[in-house]
């Protein structure tokens, strides 16, 4: 079913239902049309910012009727091309960027109800503000937003404890393809009256409707923080490791990051260097991290001891302060950034069963040297919830753009050791444009089916961000 091109009479009326804080140009926004990394660029026709639910409905309705692609976008901070296009007609983007409200914050009840447009670090401080903890935490939580996060199912480095965006979430409002709003705010922990419309959106990535408002979990905030860095002498280790802690401090491990040494020169490379936790530098490390009751960091100092001499860990430093504690994670949280200007020649967001962590690192990195052993790989991420950064780079004094033409051949080594170690090739960043084909040819059969088949029933017309998730 083909969809139409935005007419000069669908645009006017937006413009009028909008004012002119919510009616822009792409000109106006042109920061929307491009993915964090800069590796996909997209067009489009109009961008839409509404005020409120009612506006996002109304805006909806008439792209609806008009037959006119829309795409919603949150932070921007995606990183498969969710939010970007280049097919035709031109879509019209609708930016939840002002809807950024805390409705409410019921430390009773522990919930917490913010609209999309809600930075991720607000809705975290909301939180602090009547002694609770939202714990959603990622890199981009200065930047990224609510909506975003739940439309596509945010991980980070809690994930271990907590879970991801999908189990932090009570309920939501929406928006569906033709105008109705769906009001499920309810801050109920139990609510067995039907189909769980919240989880069909979240993870959704924007086509089965937009999310414009969630009922979100708060917990209480740990009366005490323990955080240690350590030298382990394989990814074997560190697994081994995670499972020697758990039970000696109980249910608090709150994060549990490998990191690569390769990520710590990278820093050095691009010019953010940072104390060295340790010294030497192991070529694997561990950032662990628990919180809960006081007393924590005592247990945690004692589990290490018999870990030291079980051989599970070789050096550590535990963080006596939070400024130490600070200094660990932004080393951890830099990386990233670093990452990128070096320029990878492929990215692998993947996650892989927690036992087979140590088998996937190993057959990929041998699988990586046979092809062309001056290839470089970063290999870091949430070992306790078997999520991996597993990016490769080209040789140092090499540009990405002259070995564009290896990218996919890397990729599809590293996609099918992923799928035959039992894990996922979209692990924590969705699927969007950038993996569309992988979800075809990894997913099962029966999953695609039903997709297909629920696109089809809640967005017939198929205006609910074309091209993403599903062709």
Same mark, same amino acid.
């Given at each position: 079913?083909?969809?139409?091109?935005?007419?000069?009479?669908?645009?006017?009326?937006?413009?009028?239902?909008?004012g002119p804080n919510g009616a822009k140009t792409p000109e106006d926004e042109p920061g929307l049309f491009r993915e964090d990394r800069d590796r996909y660029r997209g067009h489009g026709a109009f961008v839409a910012r509404p005020a409120s639910t009612a506006e996002v409905a109304e805006v909806v309705r008439?792209?609806?009727?008009?037959? /006119?692609?829309?795409?919603?976008?949150?932070?921007? /901070?995606? #990183?498969?091309?969710?939010?970007?296009? /280049?097919?035709?007609?031109?879509?019209?983007?609708?930016? #939840?960027?002002?809807?950024?409200?805390?409705?409410?914050?019921?430390?009773?009840?522990?919930?917490?109800?913010?609209?999309?447009?809600?930075?991720?670090?607000?809705?975290?401080?909301?939180?602090?503000?009547?002694?609770?903890?939202?714990?959603?935490?990622?890199?981009?939580?200065?930047?990224?937003?609510?909506?975003?996060?739940?439309?596509?199912?945010?991980?980070?480095?809690?994930?271990?404890?907590?879970?991801? *965006?999908?189990?932090?979430?009570?309920?939501?409002?929406?928006?569906?393809?033709?105008?109705?709003?769906?009001?499920?705010?309810?801050?109920?922990?139990?609510?067995?009256?039907?189909?769980?419309?919240?989880?069909?959106?979240?993870?959704?990535e924007g086509t089965l409707g937009i999310i414009t408002a969630a009922a979100l979990k708060l917990f209480p905030r740990p009366a005490e923080t323990a955080t240690a860095w350590l030298a382990v002498p394989s990814p074997q280790a560190a697994v081994d490791l995670l499972h020697f802690l758990r039970p000696?401090?109980?249910?608090?491990?709150?994060?549990?990051?490998?990191?690569?040494?390769?990520?710590?020169?990278?820093?050095?490379?691009?010019?953010?260097?940072?104390?060295?936790?340790?010294?030497?530098?192991?070529?694997?490390?561990?950032?662990?991290?628990?919180?809960?009751?006081?007393?924590?960091?005592? *247990?945690?100092?004692?589990?290490?001891?018999?870990?030291?001499?079980?051989?599970?860990?070789?050096?550590?430093?535990?963080?006596?302060?939070?400024?130490?504690?600070?200094?660990?994670?932004?080393?951890?949280?830099?990386?990233?950034?670093?990452?990128?200007?070096?320029?990878a020649l492929s990215n692998h967001d993947i996650s892989v069963p927690v036992a087979r962590l140590p088998e996937f690192i190993e057959k990929a990195t041998s699988a990586l040297n046979r092809l062309d052993p001056a290839l470089r790989i970063n290999c870091f991420g949430h070992v306790g919830d078997g999520?991996?950064?597993?990016?490769?780079?080209?040789?140092?004094?090499?540009?990405?753009?002259?070995?564009?033409?290896?990218?996919?051949?890397?990729?599809?080594?590293?996609?099918?050791?992923?799928?035959?170690?039992?894990?996922?090739?979209?692990?924590?960043?969705?699927?969007?444009?950038?993996?569309?084909?992988?979800?075809?040819?990894?997913?099962?059969?029966?999953?695609?089916? *039903?997709?297909?088949?629920?696109?089809?029933?809640?967005?017939? *017309?198929?205006?609910?961000?074309?091209?993403?998730?599903?062709?």
């Amino acid at each position: 079913m083909s969809l139409n091109p935005a007419s000069a009479a669908l645009l006017d009326g937006l413009r009028e239902l909008l004012g002119p804080n919510g009616a822009k140009t792409p000109e106006d926004e042109p920061g929307l049309f491009r993915e964090d990394r800069d590796r996909y660029r997209g067009h489009g026709a109009f961008v839409a910012r509404p005020a409120s639910t009612a506006e996002v409905a109304e805006v909806v309705r008439r792209c609806a009727a008009a037959r /006119t692609p829309l795409i919603p976008v949150s932070g921007g /901070t995606g #990183l498969v091309g969710g939010h970007v296009t /280049t097919a035709e007609p031109a879509p019209v983007l609708l930016s #939840l960027q002002r809807m950024n409200r805390i409705r409410a914050v019921d430390a009773a009840d522990n919930a917490l109800i913010a609209e999309a447009g809600v930075i991720l670090k607000d809705v975290q401080d909301a939180a602090a503000s009547v002694d609770r903890l939202f714990p959603l935490s990622l890199a981009s939580e200065g930047s990224c937003r609510i909506g975003g996060n739940l439309s596509s199912n945010a991980g980070g480095v809690n994930t271990l404890r907590y879970g991801n *965006a999908r189990d932090l979430c009570l309920g939501v409002e929406a928006v569906l393809p033709d105008g109705t709003v769906f009001n499920g705010l309810k801050r109920l922990r139990k609510d067995n009256m039907g189909y769980d419309l919240r989880h069909l959106l979240i993870g959704a990535e924007g086509t089965l409707g937009i999310i414009t408002a969630a009922a979100l979990k708060l917990f209480p905030r740990p009366a005490e923080t323990a955080t240690a860095w350590l030298a382990v002498p394989s990814p074997q280790a560190a697994v081994d490791l995670l499972h020697f802690l758990r039970p000696r401090v109980g249910d608090v491990i709150s994060a549990f990051e490998l990191i690569d040494v390769v990520g710590f020169d990278f820093l050095a490379e691009t010019g953010m260097p940072k104390p060295a936790p340790l010294d030497p530098m192991p070529k694997w490390s561990v950032l662990v991290e628990c919180g809960g009751r006081a007393g924590v960091g005592e *247990a945690l100092e004692s589990a290490l001891e018999a870990a030291f001499e079980a051989g599970l860990a070789t050096d550590g430093a535990v963080a006596q302060s939070a400024q130490q504690r600070d200094a660990l994670w932004t080393i951890r949280e830099t990386i990233p950034l670093a990452n990128r200007a070096v320029g990878a020649l492929s990215n692998h967001d993947i996650s892989v069963p927690v036992a087979r962590l140590p088998e996937f690192i190993e057959k990929a990195t041998s699988a990586l040297n046979r092809l062309d052993p001056a290839l470089r790989i970063n290999c870091f991420g949430h070992v306790g919830d078997g999520n991996l950064h597993y990016n490769v780079y080209p040789p140092r004094g090499r540009d990405k753009a002259e070995m564009g033409n290896r990218r996919e051949e890397v990729k599809r080594l590293v996609h099918d050791l992923v799928h035959e170690t039992e894990g996922s090739v979209g692990a924590e960043h969705g699927v969007g444009r950038a993996k569309v084909e992988d979800l075809e040819r990894y997913g099962d059969a029966g999953l695609l089916a *039903a997709m297909r088949a629920l696109k089809a029933a809640l967005d017939p *017309a198929g205006i609910m961000n074309p091209g993403a998730v599903l062709r």
